[in-house]
C-alpha cells in the first residue's frame, strides 16, 4: 500500500506542503484522485451548459467556446449572487475522462458544503476563424498562445467587459472578488495569473497549475512594435510592485519541460521565491499594506496537469473553505 509523506512548513501566511510517496514502486507523476474528483453515488449532479460560441472584439477575428456549470439545485440558490470559478482551457477542464475533472469537483465539494455555491465558466482559447473547429477536440485552439501568455490586460479585458457581462445578463454571479477563482494549467495558468495581477479588483484566488513563467510570449522589438515581455519577466515585477492581494495557488513538478522557453520548474519557484521576498520585505519595513497568501505543491511530475487535478479538492477548499 502507498504511503503519503506530508510535511508541512508555515511562515506567516504561507504554508508549503511538500509531496513524496514511500512506495517506491509507484512511477513519477503517478497520482490517483481521491473521491472527490469522481461521480458519488447520492450526490446530486450540477449542469453543465454548451458548449457556446463568443467572438471577441478584443482579440478580433476570433473565436471561443465555453461552457456555464450551474450546481445542482441553481433554481433555489440563484436568489443571491453565487461564487464564480473562471478556468482556462475550458474544453480540457470539462472533460469528464481527463486530468482536471472540474464539475464532478464542483458537485462533490458544494454537496459537502466544503465550498459555496459556485458557478464555472470555462472558457477555450481564441482560433483566427469564423467558427470554432469541430476537429479541435482536446487540442488547443491557434490563436492560445497571443491570449494566454501575454503580460497585457487584454484577456482581462475579454472576460470582464464581454464575456462576463453577457453571463451576467442570465446568471447571478457575485462582484467581489474575494469569491472570484481564476485559474488554468501551463499557459492558462500564467493568464490566469496576469488576469489577477492586473484585476485584483475583480479576481482575488489564482489557481495556478504546472504554470508557464517562461518566455513563450517573449517578442524581440522590430522596427514597428517594441519588445514584449514573456512571463518569466513575472518574478522580477513581483519584487519590484507594490503587493496585490492575492491568494495563490502554484503547482509543478520536478521533470516539467527545459527547453528554449525557459525551465518551467525552475520558473515556478522562482515566482514562490519572489513572493515569498515580497513578504517579507513589507513585514521588515512594517509595511500595514496586503501580502500574498500563499500555497504550495511541488512534486515529480512532467508537463501534465495530472497532479494538479488529483490536487485540485483540496485547492478548492483551502481557498474557499470555511
Not at 492558462?188 to 518566455?215: E, H, K, L, M, Q
Not at 522580477?236 to 491568494?247: D, F
Not at 494538479?308 to 473553505?321: A, D, K, T
Request: charged share 20%; proline share 7%; net charge neutral.
Amino acid at each position: 500500500m502507498k504511503k503519503l509523506l506530508t510535511t508541512l512548513l508555515i511562515l506567516g501566511n504561507v504554508i508549503s506542503i511538500n509531496l513524496a510517496y514511500a512506495d517506491e514502486q509507484r512511477k513519477p507523476g503517478d497520482y490517483q484522485f481521491t473521491a472527490d474528483s469522481q461521480q458519488q453515488a447520492g450526490v446530486p449532479n450540477g449542469t453543465l451548459k454548451g458548449p457556446y460560441e463568443f467572438h471577441s472584439k478584443i482579440f478580433k477575428n476570433t473565436v471561443r467556446r465555453y461552457w456555464v456549470y450551474l450546481p445542482a439545485n441553481y433554481e433555489t440558490l440563484h436568489q443571491k449572487p453565487l461564487n464564480l470559478l473562471v478556468f482556462q482551457d475550458g474544453q480540457r477542464a470539462t472533460n469528464p475522462t481527463g486530468s482536471l475533472r472540474v464539475p464532478e469537483v464542483l458537485d462533490n465539494l458544494i454537496h459537502q458544503k466544503a465550498i459555496p455555491p459556485t458557478i464555472g465558466l470555462f472558457v477555450t482559447p481564441g482560433n483566427v476563424s469564423e467558427s470554432y473547429p469541430d476537429n479541435l477536440d482536446m487540442s488547443n485552439p491557434d490563436h492560445r498562445a497571443q491570449e494566454y501568455d501575454a503580460l497585457n490586460d487584454n484577456y482581462a479585458r475579454m472576460l470582464l467587459e464581454e464575456l462576463l457581462p453577457q453571463l451576467e445578463k442570465t446568471y447571478a454571479i457575485s462582484s467581489k472578488p474575494q469569491d472570484r477563482i481564476i485559474g488554468g494549467t501551463s499557459s492558462g495558468a500564467i493568464c490566469a495569473f496576469t488576469v489577477a495581477w492586473n484585476r485584483p479588483d475583480a479576481f482575488r484566488n489564482v489557481i495556478s497549475i504546472i504554470g508557464s513563467y517562461t518566455s513563450i510570449g517573449y517578442q524581440p522589438a522590430t522596427a514597428d512594435k517594441p519588445m514584449a515581455p514573456g512571463g518569466d519577466l513575472y518574478p522580477g515585477l513581483i519584487r519590484k510592485s507594490s503587493i496585490r492581494p492575492l491568494k495563490i495557488f502554484l503547482q509543478d513538478g520536478s521533470n516539467d519541460l527545459d527547453n528554449e522557453h525557459g525551465n518551467w520548474f525552475l520558473a515556478n519557484q522562482q515566482m514562490l521565491a519572489a513572493l515569498l521576498w515580497a513578504n517579507k520585505n513589507a513585514d521588515e519595513k512594517k509595511d500595514k499594506g496586503a501580502r500574498y497568501d500563499i500555497k504550495h505543491v511541488w512534486g515529480d511530475g512532467d508537463h501534465s496537469d495530472k497532479h494538479g487535478g488529483v490536487l485540485l479538492p483540496e485547492i478548492l477548499r483551502w481557498m474557499w473553505g470555511k
